[in-house]
T-cell receptor, first 115, second 116 residues
Framework: AQKITQTQPGMFVQEKEAVTLDCTYD???????LFWYKQPSSGEMIFLIY??????QNATEGRYSLNFQKARKSANLVISASQLGDSAMYFC????????????FGKGTRLSVIA | GAVVSQHPSRVICKSGTSVKIECRSL??????MFWYRQFPKQSLMLMAT?????????EQGVEKDKFLINHASLTLSTLTVTSAHPEDSSFYIC????????????FGPGTRLLVL
């Protein structure tokens, strides 16, 4: 079974509008972390936001916020006031446990911001 | 955020040659580094986990004799693709994290390998 599921291969959003990128996860470990990364065409992986499994509040970083629904095992990324530069691939990832474990990535969502 | 560098950014080589890719954490000590591989339009696939001073742990299906990983210091890990073949052409990207499990993984800029 996939640990991270991103069901939207591609999304379009109008400039200045908000967009939600979906992510669901599967784990039986009570300790885990959820991450979102942006990958522009250059290939670099840019860290956007992190949510820990014990965090009580949803994480926010500037225009990025993470809608963490623990019971539903979802960690959707919300980008407010989209900009043309937001066009990129977006990956949701999870790290399980408390050790130095690797990230497991979803298949990604390609976001295109339209002027 | 923390800075991770990767060198070279792009390499073209002939089939049968070996290629070494370096991953450095520039402003923190990385006890663990990870190597990923990404084919076009696909996600990142973990190849191996590298802990400083110990042997790397390879994921199932990754040939450890073909993809040699060395993590000799807290700031440097290397991936050597031995006897590269065209099917090894891919985007290789490393990430590093410090000693705390709560820390974010920071990625290098990646290396595009093309084997002719």
């Amino acid at each position: 079974a996939q640990k991270i599921t991103q069901t939207q291969p591609g999304m379009f959003v109008q400039e200045k509008e908000a967009v939600t990128l979906d992510c669901t996860y599967d784990t039986s470990d009570p300790s885990y972390g959820l991450f979102w990364y942006k990958q522009p065409s250059s290939g670099e992986m840019i860290f956007l936001i992190y949510q820990g499994s014990y965090d009580q509040q949803n994480a926010t970083e500037g225009r990025y916020s993470l809608n963490f629904q623990k019971a539903r095992k979802s960690a959707n990324l919300v980008i407010s006031a989209s900009q043309l530069g937001d066009s990129a691939m977006y990956f949701c990832a999870m790290r399980e446990g408390r050790g130095n474990t690797p990230l497991v990535f979803g298949k990604g969502t390609r976001l295109s911001v339209i002027a | 955020g923390a800075v991770v560098s990767q060198h070279p950014s792009r390499v073209i080589c002939k089939s049968g040659t070996s290629v070494k890719i370096e991953c450095r954490s520039l402003d923190f000590q990385a006890t663990t580094m990870f190597w990923y591989r990404q084919f076009p339009k696909q996600s990142l696939m973990l190849m191996a986990t590298s802990n400083e001073g110990s042997k790397a742990t390879y994921e199932q299906g990754v040939e450890k004799d073909k993809f040699l990983i060395n993590h000799a210091s807290l700031t440097l890990s290397t991936l050597t693709v031995t006897s590269a073949h065209p099917e090894d052409s891919s985007f290789y990207i490393c990430s590093a994290m410090g000693p705390s499990w709560q820390e974010t993984q920071y990625f290098g800029p990646g290396t595009r390998l093309l084997v002719l």
